[in-house]
């Protein structure tokens, strides 16, 4: 699988927007860059998946690079509630499952 | 959107017994679903895949005779953890797809299991 790295942790002000990075250099044609974000002692939540093109939704922005070798997660204005380790992954065409990287924590600041 | 529910959300069983965990796809059928194992602050590790109607498919390192999965159904698979230890204490959580590569993955609510 391709990897993806992400920053340990990130903060940010409360209503303030947030760019969250994902580089994925060995990326393949084939696969999709998905986003899911986990809150403390809960399942991880869907936020996001795209493939070439930008791509927005009622949760975020995803901002996919030309080359495709970095994207990023956009939260317009981020709440307490966005507090979450938020997770940047590839997943191929032929592969039926997700692989976790660690993530990066995001610390919203009232 | 899609939903998929797991059961319990919190157990707690004595070393030497077994325990069960549900997974269920409630507005989809899933012939797939996945297995994953969370320690405390650490990722997400995928334990197994579920296939509907045959056998499931084991990570590296994932006892098969330890963590039975049954996916008899397209819309429930188990876990189940079997002459459990507190070493296999940790918080598990079960994902499915509605789909193909187009879609997103629903995640259950993860049951944390404690075993004393």
């Known amino acids: 699988d391709a990897k993806t790295t992400q920053p340990n942790s990130m903060e940010s002000n409360e209503e303030e927007p947030v760019h969250l990075p994902c580089n994925h250099s060995?990326?393949?044609?084939?696969?999709?860059i998905h986003w899911y974000r986990q809150l403390p002692s809960q399942g991880p939540e869907y936020v996001i998946h795209?493939?070439?093109s930008n791509v927005n939704n009622r949760m975020a922005s995803l901002a996919i690079a030309e080359d495709r070798k970095s994207s990023t997660l956009i939260l317009h204005r981020a709440t307490l509630r966005d507090a979450a380790v938020y997770y940047c992954?590839?997943?191929?065409?032929?592969?039926?499952?997700?692989?976790f990287g660690s993530g990066t924590q995001l610390t919203v600041l009232p | 959107g899609a939903v998929v529910s797991q059961h319990p959300s919190r157990v707690i069983c004595k070393s030497g017994t077994s325990v069960k965990i549900e997974c269920r796809s409630l507005?989809?059928?899933?012939?797939?679903m996945f297995w994953y194992r969370q320690f405390p602050k650490q990722s997400l590790m995928l334990m197994a895949t579920?296939?509907?109607?045959?056998?499931?498919?084991?990570e590296q390192g994932v006892e098969k005779d330890k963590f039975l999965i049954n996916h008899a159904s397209l819309t429930l698979s188990t876990l189940t953890v079997t002459s459990a230890h507190p070493e296999d204490s940790s918080f598990y959580i079960c994902?499915?797809?509605?789909?193909?590569?187009?879609?997103?993955?629903?995640f259950g609510s993860g049951t944390r299991l404690t075993v004393v």
């Open positions: 992954i590839l997943r191929s065409g032929s592969a039926r499952q997700l692989t």
């Open positions: 994902s499915a797809s509605p789909g193909s590569t187009n879609y997103g993955y629903t």
């Open positions: 795209g493939l070439t």
């Open positions: 579920s296939n509907e109607g045959s056998k499931a498919t084991y």
């Open positions: 507005d989809f059928q899933a012939t797939t």
């Open positions: 060995t990326i393949s044609g084939t696969d999709y």
